[in-house]
């Protein structure tokens, strides 16, 4: 793997640029709100700012990292400090500093209580959330990985609602034990390899039936962090109780880590267990995306619904990374940006108007569209973008993943689609019932957006249109790396049928 060496450490700035805001504001009076929230801010468009030269000065022809920045940190476990991008972890880095950006300015009325802690662990997820996508030492990554639940479990815990407690040791739960199994599975990789180094890691060829143990151990992590069907139920119960920008950051950046594990590791170091699991995984994948989309049908509370949209609209991104196809797996990816900022948007609106009626219940809702125009038509375009109408960034996703699909599975991409029509029907009803009904008294006097309000949500109404109508940009930084990273598994071989499978795994397991 070719490696582009950094003049300049621009991810290390990236990454530890929000870790001194924090550092800033915990010197900060804590009476001090105004300057606190002020502070948090300019740090956050700063790191945006910072992280802008990734887009323009990334090569899209170079197929190997770039931007790389590599140092020992611990000798005698021969850890580095080993940092770089490619086509596939770009487009995320930018995401994260983006949304770090609208939660503060969402977040700005809403938190009321601890305002500095929070924006200290506002700052603290987001340069976690970038370091696992810079990360190119399995240790350092894992350090990053575990770090970024830390913020996250007091972001929900303590300006979360009134479930928050339940909902914080369920999310930790989960997530704990699935990366307990990956760190077991990175200490087998370390000791069969000798190294941490990721780019070195991606050419090691391990044992068949290893590699489907290892495929497994890894796999817990990521599949409760996307998360798949059955091991999804802390993430409607995580959205439900979070405070906005806790939901924001878990649908716009924490679930698509998962999906960016399977792809940096899960394709990388065990390609011959993905060619042997990936029909498995499709029918998972799929039965995430029917059953999320008929859990919504019978939800009344606003988050819940779009929480459980998002177990079914992740179920489109794994079901296009393991069809194992380019077109497949670039839609996986522009999905997993457009899945951040559409249902990102969403999160956002629904907590506009909890602010100002205290209700997320849908039944509280109707005629909002003549209360709220600005705010309705706002919402309407994120439903439409959700559905995956021509013209918004929904439609080019999921069009890729089902041609992908039905490249590679006819019959995958016949129930897939399913999915599509039952996430219009959702999100239509949704509509329906909150924005053109009769209104209801309850909310007649609702003020429309806020300046505040509209400047957070715009950027995110701008991706919507800018990736529906000319994706080329942002397909363009992943079709080297795609292509790369397809024919690295489709090289592996042949495949071994299931008995022969079992019994390599448990030779695996009995002759060490």
Not at 200 to 225: D, E, H, N, T, W
Not at 346 to 369: K, N, P, Q, W
Request: aromatic content about 14%; overall charge positive.
């Amino acid at each position: 793997m070719d490696l582009k060496m950094a003049e300049f450490p621009l991810l290390s700035l990236i990454i530890w640029l929000p870790v001194a805001g924090a550092a800033l504001l915990f010197v900060v009076p804590r009476r001090a709100e105004g300057l606190i929230k002020a502070l948090a801010l300019v740090v956050a468009l700063a790191d945006f700012a910072v992280s802008l030269p990734l887009w323009f000065s990334f090569d899209r022809g170079f197929s190997g990292f770039q931007f790389v920045e590599k140092h020992p940190w611990i000798k005698a476990l021969g850890v580095q400090y080993f940092l770089g991008v490619d086509g596939i972890s770009l487009l995320f880095i930018l995401l994260s500093a983006l949304i770090t950006i609208l939660c503060i300015l969402i977040s700005w009325e809403s938190i009321t209580e601890k305002v500095k802690e929070f924006y200290i662990a506002l700052l603290l997820t987001s340069a976690a959330m970038i370091g696992v996508f810079c990360a190119l030492d399995l240790f350092l990554f894992y350090i990053f990985w575990e770090a970024m639940l830390i913020p996250m479990y007091l972001i929900i815990g303590i300006w979360g609602g009134p479930r928050r407690l339940y909902a914080t040791i369920k999310f930790f739960l989960y997530t704990l034990v699935g990366s307990v199994l990956m760190l077991i599975g990175i200490i087998v990789i370390y000791f069969k390899a000798g190294t941490f180094e990721i780019p070195s890691l991606m050419r090691m060829g391990l044992p068949y039936g290893l590699q489907i143990l290892l495929f497994l151990a890894f796999m817990a992590a990521f599949a409760v962090k996307v998360p798949m069907w059955p091991v999804h139920t802390w993430l409607p119960d995580a959205h439900t109780e979070a405070p906005t920008a806790g939901s924001v950051i878990l649908a716009g950046i924490l679930i698509k880590m998962g999906a960016y594990g399977f792809l940096r590791f899960s394709l990388s170091f065990f390609p011959k267990a993905t060619l042997a699991l990936a029909v498995p995984m499709l029918v998972l994948s799929i039965v995430a995306i029917i059953y999320g989309a008929l859990a919504c049908l019978a939800q009344s509370d606003l988050k819940r619904l779009i929480a459980y949209s998002s177990v079914s609209h992740m179920g489109f991104v794994t079901l296009g990374i393991f069809s194992l196809t380019a077109n497949g797996m670039e839609g996986a990816i522009l999905q997993m940006v457009n899945h951040g900022v559409v249902t990102g948007a969403l999160f956002m609106c629904v907590g506009i108007v909890y602010d100002r009626t205290h209700s997320r219940e849908i039944s509280h809702y109707g005629g909002l569209a003549t209360v709220m125009p600005v705010y309705a038509a706002f919402f309407l375009v994120f439903t439409m973008a959700s559905i995956g109408l021509p013209g918004t960034n929904g439609f080019i996703g999921e069009f890729l993943i089902l041609l992908g699909t039905f490249q590679a599975k006819k019959w995958a991409a016949a129930f897939a689609a399913t999915g599509v029509i039952l996430g219009a029907c959702y999100m239509l009803w949704l509509y329906q019932r909150v924005f053109c009904q009769k209104i209801n008294p309850t909310i007649a006097g609702l003020p429309d957006m806020k300046l505040r309000e509209t400047v957070a949500l715009l950027p995110m109404l701008i991706l919507v249109l800018w990736i529906g109508i000319y994706p080329k940009p942002f397909l363009s930084f992943m079709h080297v790396s795609v292509n790369g990273l397809l024919t690295h598994v489709h090289s592996a071989g042949p495949v071994l049928s299931l008995s022969q499978l079992i019994k390599e795994g448990l030779h695996a397991v009995f002759a060490g």
